[in-house]
């Protein structure tokens, strides 16, 4: 059995559906029917819609210009430091982990 390429909708289309079930005139099910949807892609459009609300659905290349060089070095400080506390918390897991190993070899011993 051959998997079905899926259709694209055009950005009017999926802000049309998902702006009926935001309003409250038609529910997620109804929708699904008449315009052939699978749940999980309505979902996904409802997530899409969501957080940009009406500016979802541009494509990525007309919402992100080429960056210039400070916001290049601006992206990668911000990258830097969350590395930098992820390393942080790994650390201080790790030695917890350590304390409570000892903690339980010595009481095993005991």
Known sequence: MTRRRGRTCSREC?????????????RPAQVC???HLAETVLLRWRREYDEPGAAAFTPKEATAGPLSAEQRVA?????CGQLALENAALK????????????ASKNGAQ
Request: proline share 0%; aromatic share 4%; glycine share 4%.
């Open 75 to 79: 992206e990668r400080e911000r990258f």
């Open 92 to 103: 201080k897991a790790l030695q917890h982990l350590q304390a409570h190993q000892a903690a």
């Open 14 to 26: 999926k802000l049309d559906v998902v702006q009926q079930i935001a309003s409250g005139v038609k």
């Open 33 to 35: 029917r008449e315009h």
